[in-house]
């Protein structure tokens, strides 16, 4: 943080203490249903006035027109009658942001010790699934920063090579299917409460087993049998994913104890509870001051996803307004396994334009609502989305993130997954005509 000019620094600190406060006031309403979210929205919404200027021109852009469509849809619903849902639009992506929020302490206890960054990096097929399953388990718990993690310690001559920048952000991306910590999953549940989250894991590990052989596969540097061979990945150690085992032991165990309690509120109260005792077990009081500094100064580089959540809050409110403006027309009669497929085709589609998959889930989940969706099917079908569109497209945070870290071109990533993306496609539309009948839907 302290890299950053004096200017933004003044507007990140008091971003990040508001970001803080809006994270106990989430979980509070959470458990308190009779406490009212406006207090956590207007923390949430104040510390993203503050962050604006440090956004990217093209976040800016898109976050801009998310929100102005959301804002035309509403005012098209109240000239058709139908009162603009302000709480919605304000506070619809609260537990979002504030999983999102919860998930960043982690990296406080995560990142990898000095054994490993001054360990020999490993070669060979062992070397390459160890780290296709360390980024994929890893990446699993704290987000897109396992993904750079690694990548910074395979850096050769300044350079990320085709083949680890493959294993990456493939590996990353498999974990979407199923992870419980991801924003994907806390977004698809946002429009289907009452999910199963068993089941949704049990359709979405397979896939991402399926996801990550065939990136094996296409580690092959053009000679017969030669798989693996050669790849120089990173020292994953079962140390490493130690904290980030227990968090899932925990929210899964919770969540199997009352199944009422949503996933996403047990996420974020376990996520900075964990971080903190962690810290105390090793560093003492020195990892409280650690914990207290990432609260008050750091929670703010979170900025780009707050902004983009926000801005689909709008945009859910603005597609409700819409719906009613145009006498609620929707794209089937039902939802089953054959509109499941559909969808999912259609959000990959768009991803694959450009179309961040945030803004498919939220335009599909407002739409498809009244229909009254299996909720375990539908939350299946928008993480699929979310976990194909992402390496789909070229445009999405992940690749654009790689090209100004690493130098690797958004479209290539478009070119290297052109024979990946079918296969997961059709592995993914067989899933969901299986769970739908397994359970006679």
């Not at 406006?38 to 976050?63: E, F, M, V």
């Not at 054959?338 to 959000?347: D, G, H, P, V």
């Not at 009254?372 to 979310?386: E, R, V, Y």
């Amino acid at each position: 943080m302290s890299a950053l000019p004096v200017t933004e620094l003044r507007r990140a600190r008091p971003a990040a203490g508001l970001l803080a406060s809006m994270l106990v006031l989430t979980l509070a309403s959470a458990f308190v249903p009779a406490l009212t979210p406006w207090p956590a929205a207007a923390c949430a919404w104040s510390a993203a006035a503050l962050l604006w200027p440090r956004l990217p021109q093209r976040q800016r852009r898109q976050a801009l027109g998310m929100a102005g469509i959301g804002v035309a849809g509403m005012l098209a619903g109240v000239l058709s009658g139908v009162p603009a849902d302000l709480r919605l639009a304000a506070t619809g992506n609260q537990t979002l942001i504030g999983l999102l929020c919860a998930v960043s302490f982690l990296r406080l206890v995560t990142m990898p010790d000095a054994q490993t960054r001054s360990e020999a990096l490993p070669r060979g097929r062992t070397a390459l699934w160890r780290t296709l399953l360390g980024v994929h388990l890893f990446g699993a718990v704290i987000n897109i920063p396992a993904v750079f993690i690694l990548a910074d310690r395979l850096l050769r001559n300044g350079r990320l090579g085709r083949r680890a920048a493959l294993v990456l952000t493939r590996g990353f991306c498999a974990c979407t299917f199923w992870s419980p910590f991801f924003a994907a999953m806390a977004a698809a549940l946002n429009f289907a409460p009452g999910a199963r989250l068993g089941i949704i894991i049990l359709t979405g590990l397979p896939l991402a087993a399926l996801a990550l052989w065939l990136t094996a596969l296409d580690t092959d540097d053009g000679r017969r049998n030669t798989r693996g061979a050669g790849f120089v990945g990173y020292p994953m150690h079962l140390r490493t994913l130690a904290v980030p085992g227990a968090l899932v032991g925990l929210v899964l165990g919770t969540h199997l104890l009352w199944p009422q309690t949503g996933i996403t509120t047990i996420v974020t109260l376990y996520a900075p509870l964990l971080c903190l005792v962690v810290l105390l077990g090793r560093r003492g009081r020195a990892g409280l001051h650690a914990f207290a500094g990432h609260a008050l100064r750091r929670l703010g580089d979170g900025a780009p996803e707050l902004v983009l959540f926000l801005a689909a809050g709008l945009l859910a409110a603005g597609i409700t307004g819409l719906l009613a403006a145009t006498g609620g027309q929707l794209p089937f009669v039902r939802f089953g396994p054959i509109e499941a497929s559909l969808t999912l085709l259609l959000i990959v589609a768009a991803a694959f334009a450009g179309v961040h998959p945030v803004i498919a889930i939220t335009t599909f989940g407002t739409w498809l609502a009244p229909l009254a969706p299996d909720p375990t099917l539908l939350t299946s079908t928008l993480t699929m989305g979310w976990a194909i569109g992402v390496p789909a497209g070229p445009l999405s945070g992940l690749h654009l993130s790689m090209q100004g870290r690493y130098g690797i071109p958004v479209f290539a990533f478009q070119r290297w997954n052109s024979r990946y993306i079918p296969k997961l496609l059709a592995a993914s539309i067989l899933a969901l005509h299986l769970q739908a009948a397994l359970r006679g839907l």
